[in-house]
């Protein structure tokens, strides 16, 4: 009996299973936004986050890639989270819900910050985090809005931040329930003559 069985701690052997897989791919990820939230992205090396997650640097290579790929591995999941949690029978509006409620939440105003803040020495991260966050969500609006209109789109997902996305940022005020997620979402939609009837 090897000294892993002896301790009671028996390794599989082979590939993860996939649950196994996505929990790991989870902590790792759960760990970085942590890391990138309280300091910042450059002194958050792939060291630091393996320690974090408890697992071994190659892990995060394996699982995820380098350090520029965890960040935006943390945007992808809110993204994730944000348009499959709105059901296709609640249409437009539930997505403009789970929007608000995904970008005003503690883990994205962080890594928008972040985005923000390194922009000037890390550009490529800036470009990317516009790219797989903001251009995909006005990207699901414009899919959902009649004529699959861009620039209302556009208007749309600027209405779904707003003011009080602007004092998240600064940390005036803070997150909102699912309640006044859906508030503001009505709002916005009401702004732009976005009712039942206009998007059936």
Request: aromatic fraction near 6%; hydrophobic fraction near 40%.
């Amino acid at each position: 009996m090897t000294e892993e069985r002896s301790q009671g701690v028996a390794r599989r052997r082979g590939r993860p299973p996939e649950a196994e897989r996505s929990q790991r791919r989870d902590d790792i990820v759960d760990a970085a936004v942590t890391l990138f939230v309280a300091e910042g992205f450059e002194p958050v090396t792939l060291d630091r986050i393996a320690a974090a997650a408890h697992v071994a640097k190659r892990t995060i290579y394996t699982y995820i890639g380098d350090r520029t790929e965890v960040f935006l591995a943390a945007v992808e999941r809110l993204r994730e989270r944000a348009l499959h949690d709105a059901r296709p029978d609640e249409g437009l509006q539930g997505l403009a819900r789970g929007i608000v409620f995904a970008l005003h939440s503690d883990d994205a105003v962080g890594l928008h910050r972040l985005a923000i803040g390194e922009a000037r020495r890390f550009p490529d991260l800036a470009v990317r985090f516009y790219d797989d966050g903001p251009r995909r969500y006005i990207a699901a609006l414009r899919e959902r809005l009649p004529e699959h209109d861009g620039p209302r789109a556009e208007a749309l997902f600027a209405l779904l931040l707003g003011e009080p996305h602007r004092q998240r940022l600064l940390g005036l005020r803070p997150a909102p329930d699912a309640e006044e997620a859906a508030a503001h979402a009505e709002g916005a939609l009401l702004a732009l003559g976005l009712t039942d009837d206009s998007t059936a």
